[in-house]
């Protein structure tokens, strides 16, 4: 009796966990001809292939309820999806003090703060173009 309500509960969890609006990401590869890489970028090593972008996605979605149920059983806890992850908008960060030197005179050069220089870098990396749109207070 009590082993049922166990599963029970193991299923719910993992039907919980199934439905959460965890990142998807979907990589083309060429090496030995052309394929897809699907990927759950919270859920470690949850990854599967296939000759479409379409059937990579698939194949994913009919192993994604058993890996998360063997994740669980194995005691793991199991991340929180990025989107529901609370960001404040602020990150310290330690740095080496040539690198805060040759920050502070690459932001002297363009005349904005260190910490708009830092925004506006990072944003280019992460290709996004949010440099503009940074909150003062």
Do not use: C
């Not at 193991?10 to 052309?34: F, M």
């Not at 793991?76 to 330690?94: E, I, S, T």
């Not at 005179?105 to 749109?133: D, M, W």
Request: net charge neutral; no cysteine.
């Amino acid at each position: 009796m009590k082993s049922q309500a166990v599963d029970k509960d193991l299923k719910s969890q993992v039907k919980h966990y199934a439905n959460l609006p965890y990142t998807y990401a979907i990589e083309r590869r060429n090496d030995q001809g052309t394929y897809y890489v699907a990927r759950i970028v919270e859920l470690p090593d949850l990854f599967m292939v296939g000759d479409t972008l379409v059937e990579a996605i698939a194949e994913l979605e009919s192993v994604k309820e058993e890996w998360i149920q063997t994740y669980l059983v194995l005691g793991n806890k199991m991340p929180k999806p990025l989107k529901l992850r609370n960001y404040k908008g602020n990150y310290p960060l330690r740095m080496q003090p040539s690198l805060h030197e040759a920050l502070a005179f690459r932001a002297e050069l363009e005349g904005v703060s260190i910490n708009h220089y830092v925004i506006s870098a990072l944003s280019r990396t992460v290709g996004r173009e949010e440099a503009n749109q940074v909150e003062i207070h």
